[in-house]
C-alpha cells in the first residue's frame, strides 16, 4: 500500500490551496481517510475525514473552510482549504484505516508522506 500526497505551497492569508493523495494497493472508498496536519513544534492534529459512505466530519478549527471530497475513479481524496490562516501552517498527511476514534492518529495503518503547506501573513 502507498499513498502519495501532493499539491502543497506557499499561499497568502485568505487563499485557497488544495491537497490530493492517492493510493495504490486499497480503494479508498472501502475504507474512512483521514487528514492530519502537524505544525512546526507541535503534535499531529485531527483535520478531517471522509468515511466509505462519503460523510465527513472536521475538526472545529477547519470547519467551513475545509472540504474533503473522493474521486473514486481516480482512488483519490483531495482536501480543498479555502480563507487559509498563518495558523494553518503544517505538513499535511492522508492516512486510511477504518478506526473507531477517528481523531486518533494511533487509528490508521496507512500514511502518506506529507505535503508542506505555508500560509504568509
Known amino acids: 500500500v502507498q499513498l502519495q500526497a501532493s499539491g502543497g505551497g506557499l499561499v497568502q492569508t485568505g487563499g485557497s490551496l488544495r491537497v490530493s493523495c492517492v493510493a495504490s494497493?486499497?480503494?479508498?472508498?472501502?475504507?474512512?481517510v483521514a487528514w492530519f496536519r502537524r505544525a512546526p513544534g507541535k503534535e499531529r492534529e485531527f483535520v478531517g475525514i471522509?468515511?466509505?459512505?462519503?460523510?465527513?466530519v472536521y475538526a472545529d478549527s477547519v470547519k467551513g473552510r475545509f472540504t474533503i471530497s473522493r474521486d473514486s475513479a481516480k482512488n483519490m481524496v483531495s482536501l480543498q482549504m479555502n480563507s487559509l490562516k498563518p495558523e494553518d501552517t503544517a505538513v499535511y498527511y492522508c492516512?486510511?484505516?477504518?478506526?473507531?476514534?477517528?481523531?486518533?492518529?494511533?487509528?490508521?495503518?496507512?500514511w502518506g508522506q506529507g505535503t508542506q503547506v505555508t500560509v504568509s501573513s
Open positions: 492516512a486510511v484505516g477504518n478506526p473507531r476514534l477517528f481523531r486518533l492518529s494511533a487509528q490508521y495503518s496507512y
Open positions: 471522509i468515511n466509505r459512505d462519503g460523510s465527513t
Open positions: 494497493g486499497l480503494s479508498f472508498s472501502q475504507n474512512t
